[in-house]
């Protein structure tokens, strides 16, 4: 099965309600669809956001990175040699880590199919049902409870709660969501690089002393600023872990030797697609360090992908945050994994199991 062409589709779907950070508003998602054609007839698909703010890739960028550069080297190559391929892609230009996921995706996909099994089993197995938590925008206190409570009534028993934008409001956020749903759901705040490690310290131990209970804190720093992680990480009982600061293996080995986190989050588009994203959780399980698999604001495609390495790599991977496709209004993919509310199931189908995806601009 050789790669015989590469094409490109524009996918929107709006969210549900508009994704608030510290850093961007977004109500919908604009993401590139990559599909590699082979000679067999077999098409691999892939997908990757525009997140200028965090990876630096717009949808000009990450079509060009393709078209005039990794695309070229690819095709002809036969998808059975898929170290080589990976190998390619990773070495074809420097960052453009958006760009280079959505193509191994699509490869991995194909990989998949060559051999008839799902990607997972090729990755080395696993229990094919997983639990993701759920993103709460950060907005004004009572809609940010509201928000919170409606997602533990859906199922969720996990809440990722953004902040990062005004210290004490935050510390208010928290402490009021955490009233609401004490019992019935784990916390998790994501301040986005929004806070200086000093404020970090301080809202946590506010909230440590006010009794708030909570499993981690993710990125509360820039994401540069590996020495003020780590100022945090030693002043605070709450687990800290690295998500902008950490894209590649070479940086989490930094950040291990800094000792600067508790838990490293891998998302392909940071790592540059699913070879990196093993490595990475090769190197934490050494150390013994936990892993959560997330995502930027995608589909059900990429998301896939990371569905099926977090169920490879569970014994690393101990938190899920792939939300993207239930923050979305609807799912445009027939067929590849099932996406459930808090619950995230894997199909034997070959590869990521996508059949179509519907309302594909083509490019």
């Known amino acids: 099965m050789k790669i015989t062409d590469i094409r490109f589709g ?44 965090i990876t630096g890739d717009t949808h000009g960028s990450i079509v060009d990175a393709i078209r005039h550069y990794i695309a070229p080297r690819l095709i002809g190559e036969d998808i059975a040699d898929l170290n ?8 074809t230009m420097e960052k453009n880590t958006s760009a280079k996921a959505a193509v ?12 008839g099994a799902p990607l997972y089993k090729l990755l080395g197995g696993g229990d094919p049902v997983i639990t993701t938590d759920i993103t709460i925008s950060v907005d004004y206190i009572d809609k940010m409870v509201a928000d919170s409570v409606a997602a533990v009534e859906r199922g969720f028993e996990s809440l990722k709660i953004k902040v990062g934008k005004d210290i ?48 981690l804190v993710e990125q509360p720093v820039k994401a540069r600023d590996l020495e003020g992680m780590r100022y945090v990480t030693e002043r605070v009982h709450t687990p800290i872990m690295a998500d902008e600061s950490v894209f590649g293996p070479a940086e989490v080995m930094d950040l291990i030797r800094m000792r600067a986190a508790d838990i490293i989050n891998i998302k392909l588009m940071k790592t540059g697609g699913i070879s ?18 997330g995502c930027m604001l995608e589909s059900s495609i990429s998301v896939a992908a990371a569905v099926h390495v977090a ?6 991977i101990t938190k899920v945050d792939l939300d993207g496709p239930s923050l979305c209004a609807y799912n445009p993919v027939d067929g590849g994994v099932n996406f459930n509310e808090s619950e995230i199931s894997v199909s034997d189908a070959p590869g990521l199991g996508i ?3 519907r309302g594909l601009e083509p490019l």
């Open 10 to 53: 524009m996918l929107r779907v709006p969210l549900k309600t508009a994704f608030k950070t510290a850093l961007r508003t977004v109500d919908k998602v604009e993401d590139i669809v990559v599909m590699v054609h082979t000679d067999e007839g077999n098409v691999g698909y892939g997908e990757a956001p525009a997140t200028a703010v």
């Open 84 to 91: 080589r391929i990976t190998k390619l892609i990773q070495g």
């Open 104 to 115: 191994e995706i699509a490869v991995y996909d194909l990989w998949g199919q060559l051999y």
């Open 168 to 215: 004490g409001v935050d510390i208010e956020r928290v402490r009021a969501i955490y009233a609401a749903v004490e019992g019935r759901a784990l916390l998790r705040l994501d301040a986005n690089q929004g806070w200086t490690a000093k404020e970090a310290v301080y809202a946590l131990h506010a909230l440590e002393d006010a009794g708030v209970r909570l499993e």
């Open 276 to 293: 990196h994203a093993i490595r990475i959780a090769d190197i934490a399980g050494l150390y013994g360090i936990e892993c959560m698999i």
């Open 311 to 316: 169920v490879a790599k569970s014994d690393v």
């Open 355 to 357: 059949r179509e995806i």
